[in-house]
């Protein structure tokens, strides 16, 4: 995700971290491209405080954190901090939730309208949530066909990684690539029979 991220950082004005934890992939952003506006969005508050503290210590002015979750519409809702904040998801999982709280949760399309600068380019990773974030943002998706990269793994409903990719086509997106874990990037064609395996996924219209 990483290094998807940076390969596009120069030519991108405003990114959206969606599920920052603790900012690593935002500072990273951020560093790349100063010029950039970068939106980190951390439901957890110490971490979306950490953040803060990171951008501040590293001179980054370009950072602003938004302490909230994306989902598919505006709520208050119950998440779940895992005892490995990288397991903190608002679905809840056994043997992995250290406590729960409540948290702030808007949908995308709600925020644009609202003023936040569209995004160019989009990292989603929140733990199972990713298709209720999709569903949130299907108009910016519709217009501003922003870069997506993010994870995703069958759901308990039984959507798949190439559920998701349609729906996506659907919205206008053309061009869709797996990240391998070594690095490489995997070119797939999404067709109506297309069976995909969890994992990273970069979306766009070129």
Known sequence: MLA??????KSSKVFW????????MSLRFAEANPDAQVWAFEPIPELAGAICRSAQASSLDNVSVLNCGLSDKRSNATFHVGKNSVHSSMFYKDGLVDHSIEVTLFDADFLVANGLAAPDIV???IEGAETLFFQGAAGMLREHHPTLIFEYYRKPDGTTPADVLRYLQELGYKAFERLEPDGSVKALTIGPDTSLNGGDFLACVR
């Open 4 to 9: 998807a991220l940076l390969a596009r950082a």
């Open 17 to 24: 971290d969606v599920g920052a934890n603790a900012g690593y």
């Open 123 to 125: 990292k989603i990773d």
